[in-house]
Antibody, heavy 118, light 107 residues
Framework: EVQLVESGGALVQPGRSLRLSCATS????????MQWIRQAPGKGPEWVSG????????GYADSVKGRFTISRDAAKNSLYLQMDSLRVEDTALYYC???????????WGQGTLVTVSS | DIQMTQSPSSLSASVGDRVAITCRAS??????LGWYQQKPGKAPKRLIY???TLQSGVPSRFSGSESGTEFTLTISSLQPEDFATYYC?????????FGQGTTVEIK
């Protein structure tokens, strides 16, 4: 069974940094693209960032480009999101998602909450 | 960036009704389009990928189709458990983009 467990969410002040982690199990982590998707309270989901199986193809939403960095560690079967220069508008539930064979997010975690507020 | 225009934003329907939700892409995304269902407090669930491929385990009353840059999710006979919010997602080109969502409510 595929499992994705996000962690690292917290209440932080604007301008500070946070690192999210996604621990995975139940599949061959090396073989699949992975994504971070967020959802602000009462809003629809917003794709944040994603990378392919070997990190050769990486993308970011315009709203986070230059501030967030996605990475993966095959040895730990984990996905990460380094978030710098956080803004109030980054407040959201952050989901980790595993791509299917054709990349689109097939499996999702339950999310970790990031709140940016002074 | 590719814009996904989803319509309608909400609809009211009865159990047994046929409903259709549409997403129009601002440029060619081939068939790299997925449909997701979300219920309150839950993560989105994939229903359809590559525009028309049914996710394993999803009831066959759900179907997807495409015509150029217009994509449609159809529910052939609405069931009580289908009342939810639906989103399309283009994953052809970074940055990936979601539609604005369609909330299906009970009439």
């Amino acid at each position: 069974e595929v499992q994705l467990v996000e962690s690292g969410g917290a209440l932080v002040q604007p301008g500070r940094s946070l690192r999210l982690s996604c621990a995975t199990s139940g599949f061959s982590f090396d073989d699949y693209a992975m994504q971070w998707i967020r959802q602000a309270p009462g809003k629809g989901p917003e794709w944040v960032s994603g990378l392919n199986w070997n990190s050769n193809s990486i993308g970011y939403a315009d709203s986070v480009k230059g501030r967030f960095t996605i990475s993966r560690d095959a040895a730990k079967n984990s996905l990460y999101l380094q978030m710098d220069s956080l803004r109030v508008e980054d407040t959201a539930l952050y989901y980790c998602a595993k791509g299917g064979t054709e990349w689109s997010p097939e499996n999702w975690g339950q999310g970790t909450l990031v709140t940016v507020s002074s | 960036d590719i814009q996904m225009t989803q319509s309608p934003s909400s609809l009211s329907a009865s159990v047994g009704d046929r409903v259709a939700i549409t997403c129009r892409a601002s440029q060619d995304i081939r068939n790299h389009l997925g449909w997701y269902q979300q219920k309150p407090g839950k993560a989105p669930k994939r229903l359809i990928y590559t525009a028309s491929t049914l996710q394993s385990g999803v009831p066959s009353r759900f179907s997807g189709s495409e015509s150029g840059t217009e994509f449609t999710l159809t529910i052939s006979s609405l069931q009580p458990e289908d009342f939810a919010t639906y989103y399309c997602l283009q994953y052809n080109t970074y940055p990936w983009t979601f539609g604005q969502g369609t909330t299906v409510e009970i009439k």
